[in-house]
Nanobody, 128 residues
């Protein structure tokens, strides 16, 4: 059974940067599309970014486009989320998740239900 473990969260000032990592164990990440989601207190979990199994295609929520970059290193079984120019509204618990099957650009592919395995999350707090 796969385990996804996120790391790299912390406290950052507005305008600062962080890089999150998501490492898979129990099986390879290869062949799986991977997404990052976030959940702020009292809010629903929302899509942030996703990357295709081969790394050639990415998608982003409008709120992070141009500031966040998702990438992957299948040899290290790791997916990254580089975040720059942080805003206070980026404060949330960030989760990685993966899903099998072909890459989809649909709205459905950006939903929580589309993903199967989830990590426990890492807290990102942005101070103003």
């Amino acid at each position: 059974q796969v385990q996804l473990v996120e790391s790299g969260g912390g406290l950052v000032q507005a305008g600062g940067s962080l890089r999150l990592s998501c490492v898979a164990s129990g099986r390879t990440f290869s062949g799986y599309n991977v997404g990052w989601f976030r959940q702020a207190p009292g809010e629903e979990r929302e899509f942030v970014a996703a990357i295709s199994w081969g790394g050639g295609v990415t998608s982003y929520a409008d709120s992070v486009k141009g500031r966040f970059t998702i990438s992957r290193d299948n040899a290290k079984n790791t997916v990254y989320l580089q975040m720059i120019s942080h805003k206070p509204e980026d404060t949330a618990v960030y989760y990685c998740a993966d899903r099998s099957g072909p890459w989809e650009s649909s709205v459905r592919a950006r939903t929580v239900k589309a993903y199967n395995a989830w990590g426990q999350g890492t807290q990102v707090t942005v101070s103003s």
